[in-house]
């Protein structure tokens, strides 16, 4: 069974320009969440899909948006993009939402 | 919310058990422990979950006092190929969902 995939695997940006991240998840899991892993924050949620629903929201300004596609597969886009925002953002899927989740390698974005 | 409080990083020999120990004093009645390694360039990867008493799995135990302010990862005969850093999560996924990952321990096995 194929894991979880993320595309683009590196990224460098502007600030003020906007990115999209594409994430596709394990065949047949339902749920995909994003986090943002820093050195100096750590991992933090963003958001969680289910079913093409936002189901939970993280800590994070609204420049951060997510959506899920009728085949789970999931998009996150950052909006006028700010030096902070250089990080590793992390997909991860599972079944429906449990404590088991599988993650992708990462997309690692740079912003100049 | 739970915060958690993990050592910044520990050593141990291959052939060694290793016990790493996070601390969430402030832990919730919904929540549970849940432990993930990731080792350089990849995303974490899960290890075991579990809610009170002792858990294990193929991989590892999780023991969890009564009082449940503390929860420790169990690693068996750990290998060179066990180098990576440990996430202890305390957290609950349901309709209240909250998950604080720890900041993780740094794992170094040597030969």
């Known amino acids: 069974k194929a894991g979880v995939t993320q595309t683009p695997r590196y990224l460098i940006k502007t600030r003020g320009q906007q990115v999209t991240l594409s994430c596709s998840p394990i065949?047949?899991?339902?749920?995909v969440s994003w986090y943002q892993q820093t050195p100096g924050q750590g991992l933090q949620f963003l958001f969680e899909?289910?079913?093409?629903?936002?189901?939970n929201k993280g800590n994070f300004p609204g420049r951060f948006s997510g959506r899920q596609f009728s085949n789970s597969r999931s998009e996150m886009n950052v909006s006028t993009l700010e030096l902070g925002d250089s990080a590793l953002y992390l997909c991860?899927?599972?079944?429906?939402?449990?404590?088991?989740?599988?993650f992708g390698p990462g997309t690692r974005l740079t912003v100049l | 919310l739970a915060k958690t409080t993990q050592p910044i990083s520990m050593d141990s020999y291959e052939g060694q058990e290793v016990n790493i120990t996070c601390s969430h004093n402030?832990?919730?009645?919904?929540?549970?422990i849940t432990w993930y390694q990731q080792f350089p360039s990849q995303g974490p990867r899960f290890i075991i979950q579990?809610?009170?008493?002792?858990v294990t799995n193929e991989v590892a135990s999780l023991f969890i006092p009564a009082d449940r302010k503390s929860s420790t990862l169990s690693l068996p005969r750990v290998s060179l190929s066990d180098t990576a850093v440990y996430y202890c999560?305390?957290?609950?996924?349901?309709?209240?969902?909250?998950?604080?990952w720890g900041a993780g321990t740094k794992l170094i096995i040597k030969p």
């Open positions: 402030n832990i919730a009645t919904n929540d549970y």
């Open positions: 991860a899927s599972s079944l429906d939402g449990g404590y088991e989740q599988f």
């Open positions: 065949s047949g899991h339902r749920s």
């Open positions: 579990g809610y009170k008493t002792k």
């Open positions: 999560l305390v957290g609950r996924m349901d309709s209240n969902y909250q998950l604080i």
């Open positions: 899909y289910f079913s093409e629903t936002q189901r």
